[in-house]
């Protein structure tokens, strides 16, 4: 499974979370799959390898922004999402009363805007491509 199919199975428990009253666990799945997202991208830019393992999700949005310019800029969004995937895996870091449907909903607006980013504005060139799957020789 790559990143991008992954982040889409994610958003789509999040929002099945999101349904079921589970709001807490909807923005812990939704800031994953922004993380996931912006991975599935990370190969088209200079990076440091381990940004593919890491939560570094401000600095992966960074490296993309360099090549790919957002129609909107989402550095707060994300800097909001990494906090939140921390404190709602981990409830006793914060205030449980924050977790609210509004709140949830924030972040699910947030996994469609980088969808969004990812699939209309971070597109490969045929040069990307021909870097991916070079040539055959016969």
Same mark, same amino acid.
């Given at each position: 499974?790559?990143?991008?199919?992954?982040?889409?199975?994610?958003?789509?428990?999040?929002?099945?979370?999101?349904?079921?009253?589970?709001?807490?666990?909807?923005?812990?799945?939704?800031?994953?799959?922004?993380?996931?997202?912006?991975?599935?991208?990370?190969?088209?830019?200079?990076?440091?390898?381990?940004?593919?393992?890491?939560?570094?999700?401000?600095?992966?949005?960074?490296?993309?922004?360099?090549?790919?310019?957002?129609?909107?800029? $989402?550095?707060?969004?994300?800097?909001?999402? !990494?906090? /939140?995937?921390? =404190?709602?895996?981990?409830?006793?870091?914060? @205030? +449980?009363?924050?977790?609210?449907?509004?709140?949830?909903?924030? $972040?699910?607006?947030?996994?469609?805007?980088? !969808?969004? /980013?990812?699939? =209309?504005?971070?597109?490969?060139?045929?040069? @990307? +491509?021909?870097?991916?799957?070079?040539?055959?020789?016969?």
């Amino acid at each position: 499974m790559d990143f991008y199919e992954n982040a889409h199975r994610n958003e789509q428990a999040a929002i099945t979370l999101f349904n079921a009253g589970h709001y807490q666990q909807c923005i812990s799945l939704a800031c994953l799959a922004v993380e996931l997202y912006l991975k599935s991208k990370l190969h088209l830019v200079p990076h440091k390898p381990y940004w593919e393992t890491s939560h570094d999700v401000v600095n992966i949005y960074e490296a993309l922004i360099k090549r790919f310019k957002p129609k909107s800029d $989402f550095r707060a969004e994300i800097t909001q999402s !990494r906090k /939140y995937f921390n =404190e709602s895996r981990y409830p006793y870091a914060g @205030d +449980l009363s924050v977790y609210t449907a509004d709140f949830a909903q924030e $972040f699910l607006d947030l996994v469609a805007k980088i !969808r969004t /980013y990812i699939d =209309e504005d971070c597109l490969a060139t045929l040069d @990307d +491509l021909t870097g991916k799957y070079p040539p055959h020789e016969s």
